[in-house]
């Protein structure tokens, strides 16, 4: 039987819907508190498939806010969770029944989420532990890093909707570029 690394190794992320900007979600310190919360959490106790059982805290509003993102955006999962992100967190953050995708990488994201993105405009939120480089001056997109005593809740989601449009603009060819709208 193969390793699983093996398996990931095989796996290729579904394409979304072209067009879409993406928003590339990390899960611990993002969706997730291991540590101390520095904002008002339940406990909730996971798991995928029977397989692992996790006790992690889940930041009050963090379904609200996943679910302002997959209004707005094409979720990807990009965390050590791999295909139990989706699984796991379904049931607690309302997710639909169809896993989004997600990149089988867990350090050093930026190469794969530029080559997923294809030059849609994109979003990577994350904590600050996932770089093991300096990211670039221009990385391509949005990159933004959560407090992971926070998680999503600790950010002005329409900051990030704002600074995605901007980054699309600049980037979109002057002749004939469609304009990504805001969904209200």
């Known amino acids: 039987m193969p390793s699983s690394g093996a398996l990931l190794a095989k796996y290729t992320p579904a394409?979304?819907?072209?067009g879409t900007p993406l928003a590339v979600l990390g899960v611990d310190g993002v969706v997730v508190l291991e540590g101390e919360a520095h904002v008002p959490a339940r406990l909730e106790h996971l798991s995928a498939r029977g397989?692992?059982?996790r006790d992690v805290q889940v930041p009050e509003g963090?379904?609200?806010a996943?679910?302002?993102l997959a209004q707005?955006?094409?979720i990807v999962w990009a965390s050590e969770w791999g295909p139990n992100a989706h699984l796991a967190l379904a049931g607690v953050l309302g997710l639909p029944a169809t896993p989004w995708p997600y990149l089988p990488v867990q350090f050093d994201k930026l190469a794969a989420i530029r080559q997923y993105a294809g030059g849609r405009p994109w979003v990577w939120i994350d904590d600050p532990v996932v770089d093991l480089h300096p990211l670039p001056d221009d990385p391509g997109g949005v990159v933004v890093r959560v407090d992971p005593s926070k998680g999503l809740v600790g950010l002005d989601l329409s900051e990030i909707d704002e600074a995605v449009l901007r980054t699309a603009a600049r980037r979109a060819p002057s002749?004939?570029?469609?304009?990504?709208?805001?969904?209200?």
Do not use: M, Q
Not at 15 to 18: E, L, M, Q, R, S
């Open 72 to 74: 707005r955006y094409s």
């Open 62 to 64: 963090t379904r609200e």
């Open 15 to 18: 394409a979304v819907t072209h």
């Open 175 to 184: 002749h004939g570029a469609s304009t990504i709208r805001k969904s209200s």
């Open 66 to 68: 996943v679910a302002h």
């Open 51 to 53: 397989k692992w059982v």
